[in-house]
């Protein structure tokens, strides 16, 4: 392995990334303070460059994506380590669905800049879920969000809605960075950037670029930020992170009778309560629906014992 050292991150610009990108409303304003942190960054130079250089999409790391490098190697390092950690749960869901449709795998760093890859983590302005999907968006691709079951927050079904928005996007605007600007901001205010920018029509990831200062504010760091994020977890080692993810969880499902509180499934099971809230945090109220059954998630080789419980004594 060779030996790290210090170079200018602009070394780096125009490799390019097998990468895709796209978005829900965030949770917070995004900002580019870059306040405090190195202009040389330390980066194994060796073996990085040449892994990254096999790509689908280039991406340029100009001084906006520069600037969020430097943010997450420097301020918020320790949070993006948790976000790294946490894309163990998830990441690997997220990519062989992104295979089995023919999207790109990095696709999933858009969860870890909306939410961390938190299913519970909800913004100010009511978006939710790893995919931070506002209600009347989730409801229009098929997820359901009651008083009792809240699809946003389960990271499985929340995934499938959002490639589909996000391919969606794809086909309408033909580029991945103004598909995932249309995600942040709605597809009619990137369509509005390009009429006011003179740009025509879209199918060119630079013109993101072109049209970047005509974008609402957020908007124009989202993707910056996507991409930085990628930068560095496709590869975080080179970048001197060094920590461990979380296993995914292994699940099996069985159809629950309504109105059945996850702490018994815990107690047939001999389990945590709180690993019955982290497989099924959709169940809002931590209990089925009281108007129909419901699939609830339990660790896997155990469903036989729950359906055997449940058939003993239904409402104990």
């Known amino acids: 392995m060779s030996t790290p ?64 490098v430097r943010r997450f190697l420097g301020r918020d390092r320790v949070t993006f380590e948790e976000y790294l950690v946490r894309e163990g749960l998830y990441g690997g869901m997220i990519r062989d669905r992104l295979r089995q449709r023919g999207m790109p795998e990095q696709l999933l760093y858009l969860a870890m800049i909306e939410s961390g890859f938190s299913p519970t983590a909800t913004s100010p302005m009511a978006a939710s879920g790893v995919w931070q999907f506002m209600g009347p968006t989730a409801r229009a691709y098929g997820l359901t969000v009651d008083s009792w079951v809240d699809e946003r927050r389960d990271p499985v079904r929340a995934t499938d809605a959002a490639l589909d928005y996000l391919q969606e996007l794809h086909g309408e605007f033909g580029s991945w960075y103004l598909a995932a600007a249309a995600y942040n901001a709605g597809a009619g205010r990137v369509k509005q950037a390009l009429r006011r920018s003179g740009v025509d029509g879209g199918g060119d990831e630079q013109i993101y670029w072109q049209i970047i200062e005509h974008l609402p504010r957020e908007t124009r760091s989202y993707v910056p930020k996507l991409l930085a994020a990628a930068l560095l977890a496709e590869e975080p080692e080179h970048f001197g992170f ?32 709180s690993l019955m809230t982290e497989l099924n945090p959709h169940l809002i109220r931590g209990q089925t629906p009281p108007d129909r059954s419901f699939m609830v998630r339990v660790p896997m080789g155990t469903s036989q014992a729950v359906v055997a419980a449940l058939a003993r004594n239904p409402r104990r």
């Not at 202009?39 to 790509?55: G, H, I």
């Not at 296993?247 to 945590?272: G, K």
């Open 5 to 68: 050292r210090t170079i200018p991150i602009r070394r780096l610009v125009l490799v390019a990334l097998p990468l895709t990108i796209g978005s829900v409303v965030t949770a917070a304003a995004l900002t580019e303070s870059n306040r405090g942190v190195q202009d040389e960054l330390p980066f194994p130079v060796a073996d990085a460059t040449e892994a990254l250089m096999d790509t689908r999409l280039p991406m340029e790391v100009n001084d906006r994506v520069e600037r969020w």
């Open 242 to 273: 060094e920590v461990e993810r979380s296993l995914p969880y292994l699940f099996d499902q069985v159809l629950v009778p309504p109105s059945t509180p996850l702490r018994r499934v815990a107690e047939i099971l001999e389990v945590s309560p």
